[in-house]
């Protein structure tokens, strides 16, 4: 096809990589464009095997990882790598997912280069720019930077509205991570767990599906989370934890201080993908401060405590799917416990609506693009969280 758009796609981080991979895959079946991914890699191991699991392939890496790596120099190497590759590849327009130092970079490389950007998830706000912590500030950053505006759910919309973005500019999709959630669990040749350890896990136990990794979580307030779930675990009798790890090594090292080697406490990887998308497919409750695994267990109808103060995503603290739990081992403990042991509570989470998608953001933003470049003359229809 004659006159073809140029879309370059960037991403550096698991959670990216997973949320933009429909993405690619979405449009790489339309013929009017031509779609080109860029990895910084700024998380080099998380991020190649959610590639494998989608079938993705890079056409530039930047592989910028390296041991101890500061923001200043993640946002330096990627900003300075996507500004090289991008005077090669050349694109009409650069898709950026969220919140990341590769997502700013990228916008601001650019920016720099006079190529128009496409912000995937945008919109999200907490209006605190020290939680999360420096992903915050990346929002606002990249909103200012951008052209094109994604943002998954109507109240992110009003964020943007509020700021002064055109309405024009603005496609509400539902999150590209159910998208992802759906085709994984729908995979009929899944040939299951491999962590053989989740096969092992207990039946007749509650299962409590436990992430932590969040800076302004780390020292302190991390050990006091651990702490006060070390207990809730030692009270409970008839619950397990199992803990998929980040590759920090400060979040590793308070998580074996306070629950290795406990009864019932399993501290494992960070897992693959579609792994980690059936553990909680199949666990009872959720302790989180990840955004993305947020959407997931509402998603899921798994009731989820939130391991912070303020959260990006309210829909969910609205609908009743999430319940915000701090990050003091007080408060923690207060949360955790009342939904493990009141069924009403209990229940009236896991039946909350999932205000976060359908399955269909990808489909969406395709067809905004295709809308933007004159493609079709039809805008698509925002999506909306059904009654």
């Not at 729908?186 to 767990?193: C, D, L």
Request: hydrophobic fraction near 40%.
């Amino acid at each position: 096809m004659a006159n073809k758009k140029k879309i370059t796609l960037v991403f550096g981080t698991r959670p990216e990589a997973i949320k933009m991979s429909p993405l690619v895959l979405a449009l790489k079946t339309r013929p009017e464009f031509e779609t080109s991914v860029l990895v910084t890699a700024q998380h080099r191991e998380l991020l190649d095997s959610v590639l494998e699991a989608f079938g993705v392939a890079p056409d530039v890496d930047l592989n910028i990882m390296s041991p101890g790596q500061s923001l200043t120099e993640i946002t330096c190497k990627a900003l300075t790598g996507v500004g090289e590759a991008l005077q090669s590849l050349k694109p009409d327009l650069v898709l950026v997912h969220g919140d990341t130092a590769t997502t700013f970079a990228a916008s601001l490389a650019a920016f720099y280069a006079g190529i128009a950007v496409g912000h995937v998830e945008a919109g999200l706000r907490t209006f605190n720019k020290r939680e999360p912590f420096p992903e915050e500030i990346y929002r606002l950053l990249t909103t200012r930077l951008a052209d094109l505006y994604f943002p998954p759910t109507a109240e992110a919309k009003d964020n943007l509205l509020r700021e002064n973005i055109p309405s024009d500019n603005i496609f509400v999709t539902g999150n590209t991570e159910i998208d992802a959630l759906y085709t994984l669990l729908g995979n009929k040749n899944w040939p299951g767990f491999k962590n053989s350890a989740f096969n092992r896990l207990d039946k007749e136990k509650k299962l409590v599906v436990m992430t932590a990794h969040r800076r302004e979580n780390l020292g302190s307030p991390m050990e006091g989370i651990c702490r006060v779930m070390s207990q809730i675990i030692e009270e409970n009798e008839g619950v397990q934890l199992v803990w998929p790890m980040h590759p920090n090594p400060d979040v590793r090292r308070t998580a074996r201080a306070f629950l290795g080697g406990r009864e019932r406490v399993n501290l494992t990887e960070a897992d693959e993908v579609d792994d980690m998308y059936h553990l909680l497919n199949i666990c009872d409750m959720v302790v989180t401060d990840s955004g993305a695994i947020q959407e997931i267990s509402a998603s899921l109808h798994k009731p989820c405590v939130v391991l912070r103060n303020v959260t990006e995503r309210p829909e969910g603290v609205a609908t009743g799917a999430l319940k915000l739990g701090g990050n003091t081992g007080e408060s923690v403990y207060g949360a955790v416990t009342q939904v493990l042991r009141d069924s009403a509570v209990y229940y009236s989470m896991a039946k909350a609506r999932n205000p976060f998608g359908d399955g269909k953001a990808s489909e969406r933003i395709v067809s905004g693009l295709l809308y933007h470049f004159g493609y079709s003359q039809n805008r698509p229809e925002d999506f909306k969280l059904n009654n």
